[in-house]
């Protein structure tokens, strides 16, 4: 069972950053997309951003494109997600996902447990 831990959250002000942290127990991580959702109280579930195996192709929520900035160190079996510019509409939990064979993750099939982002204005 491939496991994902999620770190770095905390409590911010507006305009601040954050750098989120996942850690995959997995074998063969550069085989899997790698990938943020966020859920904020009340809402539904939705895309951050994804980053394919090899890390040359990536994508992102209109809502954080030019802020936020995923990226992975496969030989550390880590993907991150840097926050620049955060808002306070960016508080939620932030999933780290995973999925297999896949460029994006649009179908996961693993979920971190979830790591919390406040921001305050």
């Known amino acids: 069972q491939v496991q994902l831990v999620e770190s770095g959250g905390g409590l911010v002000q507006a305009g601040d950053s954050l750098r989120l942290s996942c850690a995959a127990s997995g074998r063969a991580f550069v085989t899997y997309a790698m990938g943020w959702f966020r859920q904020a109280p009340g809402k539904e579930r939705e895309f951050v951003a994804s980053i394919s195996g090899g890390g040359a192709s990536t994508y992102y929520a209109d809502s954080v494109k030019g802020r936020f900035t995923i990226s992975r160190d496969n030989a550390k079996n880590t993907v991150y997600l840097q926050m620049n510019s955060l808002k306070p509409e960016d508080t939620a939990v932030y999933y780290c996902?995973?999925?297999?064979?896949?460029?994006?993750?649009?179908?996961?099939?693993?979920w971190g447990q979830g790591t919390q982002v406040t921001v305050s204005s």
């Open positions: 996902v995973a999925e297999f064979k896949a460029i994006a993750t649009m179908d996961p099939d693993y």
